[in-house]
């Protein structure tokens, strides 16, 4: 059984050492020191339980006055996004590959006649291409088809 982690309940520290090694990783893919940090520190906010991701609230849960440096890294930071890309697809397929396997990033969506199952409400699900009475899923380690 999957064990589901809630955007309001998790807990970025669970992932540090798994950021640490995917951060190991594309370390050599930035000029400069500050611009992998801010980096960094923008996916710690994406994967933060913050209510809205914008420049601000990144910029704000990474202890910045202003979203200037988020801004930068967005619009005028040299990375070389394609091999930061790269190189954390391969450190996922190390992490969680399987030869035969493919990943895809996405939820579920589980369509439902009743409201007495968990978590079952009126919301979008690509499953039916519109709103209606649906359970959402998703796995921390994936799912085989």
């Known amino acids: ?30 000029k400069r020191r500050e611009v992998r940090l801010r980096a960094r520190s ?25 979203p200037d440096g988020m801004q930068r890294l967005f619009n005028a930071a040299v990375w070389d996004e394609h091999r930061v890309r790269d190189d954390i697809r391969n450190y996922v397929l190390a992490s969680l590959g399987h030869p035969g396997g493919v990943l895809v990033g996405d939820d579920t969506g589980f ?27 998703g796995a921390t380690r994936g799912r085989t088809l």
Do not use: P
Not at 7 to 30: K, M, T
Not at 113 to 125: E, F, H, K, M
């Open 111 to 137: 369509e439902k006649a009743g409201i007495c199952s968990a978590g079952v409400q009126r919301q979008y699900t690509g499953t039916a291409g519109k709103i209606t009475n649906c359970q959402i899923g």
């Open 42 to 66: 923008c996916v710690e906010g994406l994967l933060s339980g913050l209510e809205r991701k914008n420049g601000w609230t990144l910029a704000e849960y990474a202890g910045d006055r202003t």
């Open 1 to 30: 059984m999957a064990v589901l982690v809630s955007v309001e309940h998790f807990d970025a520290a669970r992932l540090q050492s798994g950021l640490d090694d995917a951060f190991a990783q594309v370390a050599g893919r930035f």
